[in-house]
Nanobody, 115 residues
């Protein structure tokens, strides 16, 4: 079955950096677009970034210039490199893909930006 496992979250000071990873299994990773979302309690899940099969990245306005998304098909992994982190970036970050008409989500990884 499809599994997405995020890792790399943690506590970081404002201005710091983190790299999140999402390891995928149970699917043809090289044929899947992948996305990152984030969610804070009481708010809707927010799209952060996507990367196409060919590696073209798309980033939300709120993170453009600070975050980047990449993929490694040999490792079946998608990455979210986060820099210049702000307290407003604090959230649970989720990896997502779509197979057919079904959305698949990981369990999420907590990112906390605080001094």
């Amino acid at each position: 079955q499809v599994q997405l496992v995020e890792s790399g979250g943690g506590l970081v000071q404002p201005g710091g950096s983190l790299r999140l990873s999402c390891a995928a299994s149970g699917l043809d990773f090289s044929a899947m677009s992948m996305s990152w979302y984030r969610q804070v309690p009481g708010k809707e899940r927010e799209w952060v970034a996507s990367i196409t099969v060919s590696g073209r990245p798309y980033l939300s306005v709120s993170v453009r210039g600070r975050f980047s998304i990449s993929r490694d098909s040999a490792q079946n992994t998608v990455y979210l490199q986060m820099g210049s982190l702000r307290p407003k970036d604090t959230a649970v970050y989720y990896c997502k893909t779509i197979l057919g008409s079904t959305d698949y989500w990981g369990q999420g990884t907590q990112v906390t930006v605080s001094s």
